[in-house]
């Protein structure tokens, strides 16, 4: 049962240009959402996180979107870097979760120069 | 200076062998976890422990066996290794106050290969 979903695998975006990643959820509990970022070799990172009580919130370059009523969350990355290049993991939280944290599979994504 | 490491990072090893993975992180958090990502490369839960107390354990195989000594470690032994176990081993702590915000701090990770 996959709480959290990332439906596209991979993603291709010139340098300079907006990437869209998107991620599904089934769990009306969830109570925090994430995006992680994870380079080969490396565990993941700690990018940005939203609240269920918001819809948006913004970091630099990076700005994560939630729709509780479709149970969707994005992150928007502009303009997109080569260093970006990685893999987007969305998560997921429940206040009262004893810490417990819900991941998706991943969304490579590239930045091509 | 890592504030979660992992050793070893890579192990290889035959099945029915036992092996262990150790973590320790020096950020000072309550809450430390280990983390499976499979071939499919899902992320999942498999353990956590509060101030080495268990608190999650995500229906993980007996053979797997983690211990937490003091809140800075915690190791995860599997006994009798299958090739199913092959994947990579994340550690990863948290501080416990406040709501679950989800923020978690990642070791590098520990690929385990079994022949």
């Known amino acids: 049962d996959q709480q959290v979903k990332q439906n596209s695998p991979s993603l291709s975006v010139q340098e300079g240009r907006i990437s869209i990643l998107n991620c599904d959820y089934t769990n009306s509990m969830f109570d925090y959402f994430l995006w992680y970022k994870k380079y080969p070799a490396e565990g993941p990172t700690f990018l940005i996180s939203?609240?269920?009580?918001?819809d948006k919130n913004e970091d630099g370059r990076f700005t994560v979107f939630l729709n509780k009523s479709a149970k969707h969350l994005s992150l928007h990355i502009v303009p997109s870097q080569p260093g970006d290049s990685a893999v987007y993991f969305c998560?997921?939280?429940?206040?009262?979760?004893?810490?417990?944290?819900?991941f998706g599979t991943g969304t490579k994504l590239q930045v091509i120069p | 200076d890592t504030a979660v490491s992992q050793t070893p990072k890579y192990l290889v090893t035959q099945m029915g062998n036992d092996k262990s993975i150790k973590c320790e992180q020096n950020l000072g958090h309550d809450t430390m976890y280990w983390y499976k990502q499979d071939s499919k490369k899902f992320l999942k839960i498999m353990f956590s422990?509060?101030?080495?107390?268990?608190?999650i354990n995500e229906t993980v195989p007996n053979r797997f066996s983690p211990k937490s000594p003091d809140k800075a470690h915690l190791n995860l032994h599997i006994n009798s290794l299958e090739l199913g176990d092959s994947a990579v081993y994340f550690c990863?702590?948290?501080?416990?106050?406040?709501?679950?915000?989800?923020?978690?701090?990642f070791g590098e990770g520990s690929r385990l290969t079994v022949l």
């Open positions: 990863a702590s948290s501080p416990q106050t406040g709501p679950n915000t989800g923020e978690l701090f």
């Open positions: 939203i609240s269920s009580i918001k």
């Open positions: 422990y509060n101030n080495k107390e268990l608190i």
């Open positions: 998560a997921a939280s429940a206040a009262g979760g004893y810490q417990k944290v819900t």
